[in-house]
């Protein structure tokens, strides 16, 4: 093999290596998860969540997560929303992680919802906030709802996502109103986040974790 | 000798013209749209003090402009050969008056500077700590409020309204307030702009900074210490209105938080980071 041909070839890798990590990294950042269209039109539309506490699977197995239903009834791993402007969306959530509490209990009251939280059926006007495993959190809306937590010594807990409604779970429902057009964030207040920096690391600051968009259109 | 003493007289008048100009326009024009504004007592000695800063720099600027500017225009070569120019020597009177001035200049902007930092503005509304060492006159009186941040929001206790937090800031005017700033998590920084105060809120530590409220207003609340993923959205608008909206808001709020109040925590000048039940 000739001097050149050894030259092209290293530098022909060093380019394909180079490449590939550019191509990782520029993937890493952009990443977004899939947009979840609410059900229904406006003026009524309804979101039907799930909260896991630990994946099972993919690159954090062990990451706190929401799951969003779509359509068709399948569950998307996504936190990022579609719902209309104006309009009443109804939110289901299915919460099948255990409670870890709120570190500031302001947020046990659920805040920015039309009519009461519903906690398994019951019209639950406030949470201990020791109870609360996560909340739904949409500041820029004054939206704010406890999730409460599965029972810690609860039977047939999910260690797989998604979950089914066969395994320990809570239900909470509610509506708010969404206003004009435009994207919000939204978040949990629980430090839910197991072996973080205060609990607040790894899927407390990822959007399709614990952190979301929510295109209001 | 005589040239450049013709030189210099032009350079001079230009200098005293453009800046007998600048400084009314910087005082009464540009002054009253400097940042913070007059909200608060605090906000306007800081707006005063840019006010001063830029009219004591302002013919130090102008005299380096116009210089240049007359060099370009009259010391311009223009065709034939590129020649060096005279050799330039030092000027020991000159150059002394420079250093004299420019140093009295600056010395004099420090001392007031730090004046109106400690002692009229009350730190500036970077927060004096948990022990302030120049509280206002009438700071027995003040209306306490706490600050709280944590990722990704700011909530607000007010211990004379029986600890009752709020989501929402609202201060009645003309009111001397004490904030206590402090966080639940990580440090965050507490800016409201428009009212002077932009201090530190740290885990574990009061940090406590006066502001003086004057006419109703908005202003803006917003974190300036990257505290995470939501830290650009972790913005508010608050509102300083009338006594008597004050107390209107403060019943609703009372009102609307009694179911809750039982499970807030005691009153305490700064909180440390709980639960850790998950926490690494």
Request: proline fraction near 7%.
């Amino acid at each position: 093999m000739t001097r050149s041909a050894k030259l092209a070839g290293v530098f022909g890798g060093i380019a394909a290596v180079a490449a590939l990590v550019a191509y990782y990294i520029v993937s890493y950042l952009i990443v977004v998860p899939p947009s979840v269209a609410a059900a229904g039109q406006a003026p009524r539309a309804s979101v039907t969540l799930q909260t896991v506490a630990s994946m099972g699977y993919g690159p954090h197995p062990d990451w706190v997560s929401y799951f969003v239903e779509d359509a068709r009834g399948k569950w998307v791993h996504s936190t990022v929303l579609t719902v209309p402007a104006n309009s009443l969306v109804k939110v289901t959530v299915l919460q099948y992680d255990t409670a870890t509490g709120l570190r500031n209990p302001y947020w046990g009251g659920p805040r920015g919802i039309v009519g009461e939280m519903v906690l398994d059926g019951k019209p639950t006007p406030t949470l201990d906030p020791d109870l609360a495993s996560h909340t739904f959190a949409v500041p820029e809306l004054g939206l704010s709802v406890p999730l409460a937590g599965v029972a810690d010594d609860a039977k047939n807990q999910c260690g797989l996502a998604p979950c089914t409604l066969a395994e320990a779970h809570r239900t909470i429902t509610f509506v708010f109103r969404t206003g004009k057009r435009g994207t919000y964030r939204w978040q949990c207040f629980v430090p839910c986040a197991f072996g973080t920096i205060l609990g607040f690391g790894g899927p407390m600051q990822s959007i399709g974790y614990m952190d979301g968009l929510l295109h209001v259109v | 000798m005589a040239r450049l003493s013709s030189h210099a007289r032009r350079i001079l008048a230009m200098w005293l013209v453009s800046t007998a100009v600048a400084i009314p326009l910087i005082i009464w024009v540009l002054g009253p749209h400097l940042p913070p504004g007059d909200m608060t007592a605090e906000a306007s000695d800081q707006t005063s003090a840019n006010i001063v800063l830029t009219a004591v720099c302002a013919p130090i600027v102008l005299l380096i402009l116009v210089y240049f500017g007359y060099a370009l225009v009259v010391f311009r070569a223009s065709g034939g050969q590129i020649e060096d120019g005279a050799p330039i020597r030092g000027h020991a009177p000159t150059q002394t008056l420079w250093l004299v001035l420019t140093s009295a200049t600056v010395l004099a902007l420090a001392v007031w500077g730090s004046l109106v930092l400690v002692v009229s503005a009350h730190g500036a509304g970077g927060g004096q700590g948990p022990n302030p060492i120049d509280p206002p006159a009438g700071a027995k009186e003040a209306l306490q409020v706490q600050v709280i941040g944590q990722q990704w929001n700011w909530t607000y206790r007010f211990p004379g309204y029986g600890a009752i937090e709020t989501a929402h800031l609202d201060l009645p005017a003309d009111r001397l307030v004490e904030f206590h700033v402090t966080s639940l998590d990580v440090t965050h920084s507490f800016w409201a702009y428009e009212l002077g105060v932009k201090a530190d809120a740290v885990p574990g530590v009061d940090n406590i900074a006066f502001v003086h409220t004057r006419k109703p207003g908005s202003f803006s609340i917003r974190c300036a210490e990257l505290c995470g993923l939501w830290h650009g959205h972790m913005y508010q608008t608050g509102q300083v209105v009338s006594t008597a909206g004050f107390a209107s808001w403060m019943a609703s709020e009372q009102k609307a938080e009694a179911l809750n109040k039982k499970y807030l925590p005691p009153y305490s000048g700064h909180y440390y980071p709980e639960p850790q039940r998950r926490a690494g």
